[in-house]
């Protein structure tokens, strides 16, 4: 069977990387599979789309935004009619299950109607001016170019939540996909151009984020940066971007904390502690990798959730059956077996997984078996560091107090969530838990769209994705003064009775 060979897409045009230098997507459920061969671009590459983008913004910025937002329209209507085919495309490159995968691209989905609808709101303020005879007012305007670095775990939300605000506040975009993942992110901007997107207006170029990445950030002419990885490399970004006074947001890395107190309904946290530790493999910015339990049902929570685990169905996430596929690569998986031997050694109790699975059916694989730690201490490197693997550790606690003590004492702080049938524990939890999003009675993973999205601490720096923060973020406020008085009015010195 002959590979497809998939291309970058600059200046309205599907083309080679300069270097004609390319690379392969695997699938990790059987890295035999080839999912297709992908441009390894480099800086020459980046520069051309930002070149084309800075050129398309002229007229893009001009387009009146309820046009922009018809193309966004279409472009959704396409993901729609597409929704199978691409949801599995994503199983076989990315490896997570198909009602997972399906979930995703929903996600771009229900993030394209969001946005198309904005096209016709984008609202700025009007407001007195104190001087007689001005008007005052506020109008958003776009940006420029925009560049756009995405993970692996999202791969068409992520980069959707970027592309269709960035467009319909009128800014071009640059957008690197990561790696293990550039296919979905080619769906989505396939789509775009089948849905009227102009030359320019969009350009994909994939690659390597220490070459296209970095090309990227130190761009004199890229405006914002908007960046979704891991702590580490967000920081580089952030360094990066502020050399030339870009926009900047970075949703980084979690430690996402479930609290179950002794009043909680045990059957529906129990099914909330197994989705978020492992769906997506645990892969998930907002995984759960920390449950923190009340002492009084402690033990009765911990059996439950290893019997559970041990019984979770690991496999492809092409066959329905499956309920957690593989990791994404070698090296998540090789993180996966060192934290085993971290909490080992650390004292944790290990009560199920900690291997790699080695059987016909998944050697081939990066598949890892679902890990429960009990005994855990808030101080261990396993309660304390992002895994991003099916690993999760169980704490106990005394009381509330002592459980958001526990839940904040981390450095990131993106999501968390309790279970508890007191109002009053809820409310000071809601409260007290330093995290972008918290949820009750209900597991750390399930953001909607319009909502906003994002973190504290090492997880963000201020900004959020999702319905109205990501047009703060794609915009910048112009303030406008209209003094139809016909003389020189002079604010704060004249002062009319
Ligand atoms: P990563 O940081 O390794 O890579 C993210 C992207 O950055 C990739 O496209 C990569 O090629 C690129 N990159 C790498 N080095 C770069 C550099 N020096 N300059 C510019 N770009 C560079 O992260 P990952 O492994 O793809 O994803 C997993 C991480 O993402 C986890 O830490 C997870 O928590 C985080 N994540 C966060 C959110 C969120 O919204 N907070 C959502 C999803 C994932």
Redesign the pocket.
């Known amino acids: 069977m002959s590979r497809k060979i998939y291309q970058n897409l600059i200046d309205g045009e599907w083309v080679d990387s300069e270097s004609g230098n390319t690379f392969e997507n695997l699938n990790p459920a059987d890295t035999r599979e080839v999912i297709g061969t992908f441009q390894r671009s480099g800086r020459g590459d980046v520069e051309r789309a930002v070149e084309a983008a800075k050129r398309a913004f002229h007229r893009w910025r001009l387009t009146p935004a309820p046009r922009r937002a018809e193309i966004l329209l279409r472009a959704t209507q396409l993901l729609e009619a597409r929704k199978e085919e691409y949801a599995r495309d994503m199983t076989r490159e990315m490896g997570k299950v198909l009602q997972e995968t399906r979930g995703d691209v929903q996600e771009a989905i229900d993030t394209g109607y969001y946005f198309a609808g904005e096209g016709r709101r984008l609202f700025g303020a009007t407001t007195p001016s104190e001087l007689p005879n001005k008007f005052a007012m506020t109008v958003r305007a776009p940006l420029g170019v925009c560049g756009m670095?995405?993970?692996?775990?999202?791969p068409m939300a992520?980069p959707s939540w970027k592309l269709f605000p960035a467009l319909v506040c009128g800014n071009t975009c640059v957008i690197?996909?990561?790696?293990d993942t550039p296919l979905s992110c080619t769906n989505l901007v396939r789509t775009l151009v089948d849905a009227g997107v102009p030359r320019g207006v969009v350009n994909l170029v994939t690659g390597?984020?220490?070459e296209v990445?970095?090309a990227?950030?130190s761009h004199p002419d890229v405006r914002a940066v908007s960046?979704?990885?891991?702590?580490?490399?967000?920081r580089?970004?952030g360094e990066?971007a502020a050399g030339s006074f870009k926009h900047c947001s970075l949703?980084?890395?979690?430690k996402n904390p479930i609290i179950i107190l002794d009043d909680a309904n045990l059957d529906l946290a129990l099914d909330g502690a197994l989705w978020a530790g492992f769906g997506t493999s645990g892969q998930r910015?907002t995984a759960a990798s920390r449950i923190i339990v009340q002492k009084g049902v402690y033990a009765e929570f911990l059996g439950r959730l290893v019997e559970r685990a041990g019984t979770l169905r690991v496999g492809n996430g092409l066959d329905e059956s499956t309920e957690m596929g593989p990791q994404i690569n070698r090296q998540q998986v090789e993180t996966s077996a060192r934290y085993v031997e971290v909490g080992r050694k650390e004292g944790a109790k290990m009560l199920c997984g900690g291997e790699r699975f080695g059987d016909d059916a998944r050697r081939h694989g990066w598949f890892f078996q679902p890990t429960v730690f009990g005994e855990v201490e808030r101080g261990m490197r396993i309660a304390q560091e992002?895994i991003?693997g099916p690993v999760v550790s169980v704490m106990a606690c005394n009381d509330l107090d002592d459980a958001v003590a526990i839940a904040n004492d981390v450095v990131y702080g993106?999501s968390s969530s309790i279970y508890t049938r007191d109002v009053n524990h809820a409310f000071r939890a809601m409260r007290d838990l330093h995290a972008g999003i918290t949820y009750v009675n209900a597991p750390t993973i399930g953001a909607e769209v319009h909502l906003p999205?994002?973190?504290t601490k090492a997880?963000?720096n201020g900004h959020r994705?999702g319905g109205m923060g990501a047009i703060e973020f794609y915009t910048e406020w112009k303030t406008l003064y209209i003094d139809y008085s016909d003389r020189l009015q002079r604010a704060q010195i004249d002062r009319p009775e």
């Open positions: 670095i995405t993970p692996w775990n999202f992520i690197k996909p990561a790696e390597p984020g220490s990445g970095t990227i950030t960046f979704t990885g891991s702590t580490e490399v967000g580089k970004v990066a949703e980084m890395g979690g910015c992002e991003f993106l999205f994002g973190g997880t963000g994705e």
